[in-house]
């Protein structure tokens, strides 16, 4: 690729240096974006990070059409668009309409960055809602509820009735109560392994918010003592093997979790293959195995086992199962993200927090958690609404009591 990037200063607070590698020369657009992403807007390393990913994406497929930054149109966005769809579809099997939200959100992030560079650059008619060389409508990104065409109006180029919204955003999230029963449920079982395993997998679900199939593919390499003694103060960095849309993001993992999980690989895991008589080639190195063949759990299983363990406490609603954990670990790095912005008075809007904790979930398009941050945002405030009226409860019923004796001594004075 003729724009490769290089990353320098300390952890999360990294500058990028883009480099042409065919005309020798630094990106100074590229790297005073990402200093801008960091700086104003507050995003972490590891968001900036996607950002420059996609970008760079662009900005090679434009390098090579002998296009320039200021020189392009809605036909080379849209080139792009298409071009960039048929080299997924070239080297992946996913459905067409994965894919599609996969170019959509490179799309999105080209759209915001070239109002970023009208705005830095003082351009005139370069990107805007009517007669620009590119069309974006950004005046209705303040607005809090934005329609499906004033979505499109803002990114008119993205493909169109392809979901983009989670599919899960109103699904059911787990609870600490859940956490507890099912811990208790796990524990009735038997057979220890199993036992162990359903309880580890859920920890791993609710402390990283990983999805099931990114559990699933978790090998037991990733957690040897020689990994192990990579921490970095109090966590190590996991790659799972399987990612959605083939992603290759890096995750931080507690130690205190990453110790649990190589304590049950060198015993109980070890353990059931040698009663079972299991060689360790046929388990092909993954954590998670069935006891049956000692052979990977397929992630069908996962949700299997989650599933019948979430009715056997009682929960009805339907289809519930483990990404219910990563909605609960949603929710709650949501919170406390807003918290903190709200702590030191920065900006608490939907799209900031979702900027914020999308790299966190996975997410490369901030879009896709939005329905998460506005439930939680939304739960907060009747929480606090409520927390409220139970003051102003206590504080009614306390000038009632003192109110009361009042009148007792006033009784007393006049009667004396």
């Known amino acids: 690729m003729p724009i490769q990037i290089r990353w320098s200063g300390e952890t999360d607070l990294k500058i990028p240096i883009p480099f042409d590698t065919e005309n020798l020369l630094i990106v100074d ?22 950002e420059m990913y996609h970008l760079v994406l662009y900005f090679n497929y434009i390098e090579s059409e002998r296009i320039s930054i200021t020189s392009a149109t809605n036909s080379t966005l849209r080139n792009f668009r298409d071009e960039d769809l048929k080299r997924l579809k070239a080297k992946s099997s996913v459905v067409e309409k ?7 959100s490179r799309l999105t992030i080209i759209y915001c960055f070239y109002h970023w560079y009208q705005s830095r650059h003082k351009l005139c008619g370069f ?24 979505y499109h ?50 920890a791993i679900a609710g402390t990283v918010g990983f999805r099931r199939g990114s559990i699933n593919s978790l090998r ?12 970095l103060d109090d966590y190590i960095i996991v790659n799972p093997d399987k990612q959605k849309f083939d992603a290759n993001l ?37 954590v998670f195995l069935s006891m049956r063949t000692g052979q990977p759990l397929n992630d069908t299983s996962v949700s299997d086992i989650f599933g019948k363990a979430f009715r056997a406490i009682g929960n009805t609603q339907a289809r519930t199962s483990i990404h219910a954990f990563r909605r609960m670990f949603a929710e709650h790095r949501i919170q406390t993200n807003f918290e903190q912005r709200a702590e030191l008075r920065l900006d608490t809007s939907d799209a900031s927090v979702s900027a914020s904790v999308a790299m966190d979930l996975g997410q490369r398009n901030p ?3 939005k329905p998460y941050v506005a439930r939680t945002q939304q739960t907060l405030v009747n929480k606090r609404y409520k927390e409220k009226n139970e003051i102003i409860k206590k ?19 006049k009667n004396s």
């Open 98 to 104: 994965k894919l599609k939200r996969v170019v959509n």
């Open 153 to 202: 109006r803002m990114y008119p180029l993205n493909y169109r009735r392809i979901g983009r919204s989670s599919k899960h955003a109103t699904e059911y999230s787990a609870t600490e109560e859940d956490v507890s029963k099912l811990e208790d449920y796990f524990r009735k079982e038997r057979n220890k392994y199993i036992s162990e395993r359903n309880s580890l997998m859920m």
């Open 250 to 286: 890096n995750y931080r993992i507690p130690i205190l979790l990453a110790y649990r999980i190589s304590e049950f690989i060198t015993t109980v895991r070890k353990s059931m293959l040698k009663e079972k008589g299991f060689n360790e080639a046929v388990t092909l190195d993954r």
């Open 367 to 369: 879009d896709s958690i």
């Open 29 to 50: 657009d590229l790297m005073d974006y990402a200093i801008h992403l960091q700086r104003n807007e507050c995003w972490s390393f590891t968001y900036v990070k996607n």
């Open 395 to 413: 504080l009614n019923e306390e000038n009632f009591r003192l109110q009361s004796e009042l009148d007792d001594l006033k009784e007393k004075i």
């Open 127 to 150: 990107i805007g809602a009517h007669e620009c060389a590119i069309t974006s409508d950004f005046t209705l990104k303040a607005k809090k509820n934005k329609s499906s065409e004033g």
């Open 220 to 231: 037991c390499s990733q957690f040897s003592q020689e990994e192990l003694g990579k921490n």
